[in-house]
């Protein structure tokens, strides 16, 4: 069974999919909810793009319920907006740029988390300004 718990303060609203699994009718005869600390198993790596392309970070995650998920660049709540989308799995998360710029570059942040903890993955984006020639010094690393 799939619920929604949903939030709601005076500082905003909150929404996060969560399971009902129950358990065996030999263990009992009531649901109950399954709790998992929240991981990401396996987080983006660092990204290298030229200007104007697309540039899509994943990142695997987990947790049960996850209460919170989201990307940060510099420190700072990515917001989406007609070029940076924003879309949460059960399983994973991905973070896509469309026509990449220059100020796009930085370091980038996945999170998730629920009451019985957080996990964070970083990585670092850079995007080349002009074309392929600026991509020369990352190929012949």
């Not at 949460?88 to 930085?106: E, F, H, K, M, V």
């Not at 370091?107 to 998730?112: A, F, H, M």
Request: hydrophobic share 35%; charged share 20%; proline share 6%.
């Amino acid at each position: 069974m799939h619920l929604v718990l949903r939030v709601k303060t005076l500082a905003g609203e909150v929404m996060s999919p969560f399971h009902l699994i129950p358990r065996s009718l030999t263990e009992s005869h009531s649901p109950s909810l399954s709790v998992v600390p929240p991981k990401i198993q396996k987080g983006f790596g660092n990204t290298k793009a030229l200007k104007g392309t697309t540039i899509t970070l994943t990142a695997q995650i987990m947790g049960e319920p996850v209460t919170n998920n989201g990307w940060c660049k510099d420190g700072e709540d990515i917001e989406e907006d007609d070029r940076v989308f924003v879309e949460i799995g059960t399983a994973t998360t991905t973070l896509t740029i469309l026509r990449a710029t220059p100020q796009d570059s930085g370091k980038y942040e996945v999170y998730v988390e629920n009451s019985l903890g957080m996990d964070q993955s970083f990585a670092h984006v850079d995007v080349a300004s002009k074309g392929p020639s600026d991509l020369s010094p990352w190929l012949q690393a």
